[in-house]
């Protein structure tokens, strides 16, 4: 009876090994999931960095390649200013002919569209967001976010590694907050320097374009990519911003610019 005793009271105190094994498997699933979503979320942060920038201006080139064929090429300006939690964009096409005048403002998750051809400014909707910028692989919302990261707009989960061009990079799963993004974005994230080395961008269940970001450089104690490629997957067509100007803390940025007015009298 003493043994008996011992043994009930032992189990009520303690648990029994099998108990043990379901809570360690339990803390390692989810602990560890948990683990790997902060530092998913920190590898992320720490990638967006280069769009800390409380004001840049960009003077850029686009060309456009189809069928291997490149078109004429298309040169443009970028101002960017972040106040508090809104960042703002303002970029404007000065070459060729055909789309001089053209120009996408973006304030926050706002974007406005100037038709150089009419003069016309038009505020888009969330879909239409997603069609193409000035016949690019680009689209509006690609050109108007120039200086917003993924961080607060996609939660994020790590997904492994893969090695792009002799570089280890962390591969990461980006999942938007809501409509406006897109449905799926997979990150790669150079594990050296943590710097953006990839995004896989993800629509209907597919992966329909790969924007690459290439040959940065510091500018004033900022690095910076040089090189933005973006390649369609649904058809023979890619697209590659050069930027040949980029000053931080940029002088020629004024609150000004970032207004449906100014943008409207924009020739």
Not at 245 to 254: A, K, Q, T, W, Y
Request: proline share 2%; net charge negative.
């Amino acid at each position: 009876m003493k043994n008996i005793g011992y043994k009930e009271n032992n189990d009520r105190q303690g648990l029994n090994p099998g108990l043990k094994i379901l809570v360690l498997v339990f803390f390692l699933l989810f602990g560890w999931a948990g683990l790997m979503a902060e530092s998913a979320e920190e590898l992320l942060r720490a990638a967006d960095d280069i769009f800390d920038i409380d004001q840049m201006y960009q003077k850029s080139t686009m060309t456009v390649v189809r069928n291997g064929r490149p078109q004429p090429v298309q040169t443009m300006e970028s101002y960017m200013l972040n106040e508090g939690d809104e960042a703002k964009s303002l970029t404007v096409f000065l070459a060729p002919a055909r789309v001089k005048g053209t120009a996408y403002l973006t304030m926050g998750d706002d974007l406005w569209v100037r038709f150089g051809s009419t003069g016309r400014v038009r505020k888009l909707s969330s879909s239409a967001k997603k069609n193409a910028a000035a016949g690019s692989d680009f689209s509006y919302t690609d050109m108007g976010e120039g200086n917003k990261g993924y961080t607060d707009d996609y939660t994020s989960r790590m997904d492994g590694s893969l090695v792009i061009e002799g570089d280890d990079c962390h591969r990461i799963i980006l999942i938007p907050h809501d409509d406006d993004g897109y449905e799926k974005v997979v990150a790669y994230i150079q594990k050296d320097n943590l710097r953006y080395r990839r995004l896989e961008l993800w629509e209907d269940g597919a992966h329909i374009k790969t924007m690459s970001l290439e040959d940065y450089r510091e500018q004033d104690g900022l690095v910076y990519p040089y090189v933005i490629r973006m390649v369609s997957r649904t058809r023979d067509s890619e697209t590659i911003v050069e930027t040949s100007v980029l000053e931080v803390n940029s002088l020629r940025v004024d609150a000004g610019m970032f207004t449906q007015s100014y943008l409207r009298n924009i020739r």
